[in-house]
């Protein structure tokens, strides 16, 4: 590992500190840091939070067909062919990843719930 690619890295976990520990930090660094924060903590990006597992296990089976059918049947360049399959493959990935999440992880969860509560032994 090069040293950009440490010192990258050390970068990003920083970042990352920073965004988690924001009221740990010294008033300007915090300043600057709230914002992002505050972003990244509304609903929506909760909300793909939540959809992020999902959609990273179904993207390739979306994905690789498009891509497949675009380089079989439409010619075109790179960066064109790049800029489609997003537009074509990220509605469809999420949309099944919201369905993922509410008819089965959700699901899953609330049988654990109900598996994992404590049981009564009446006498």
């Known amino acids: 590992m090069t040293v950009l690619h440490q010192a990258v890295r050390v970068c990003l976990v920083a970042l990352f500190f920073g965004l988690v520990h924001v009221d740990r930090l010294p008033r300007a660094v915090a300043g600057i840091a709230r914002p992002d924060g505050a972003f990244l903590g509304n ?21 690789l067909p498009i891509i497949a059918t675009l380089i079989q049947n439409y010619p075109m360049t790179d960066p064109s062919r790049w800029a489609v399959t997003l537009i074509i493959t990220v509605p469809i990935v999420y949309a099944l990843a919201w369905l993922g999440y509410n008819f089965i992880e959700l699901q899953g969860q609330k049988a654990g719930k109900a598996l994992s509560r404590p049981r009564t032994i009446s006498a």
Not at 53 to 60: M, N, R, T, V
Request: with cysteine.
């Open 43 to 63: 609903r929506f990006c909760h909300h793909l939070g939540e959809l992020s597992f999902g959609a990273y296990l179904i993207h390739l089976l979306v994905m």
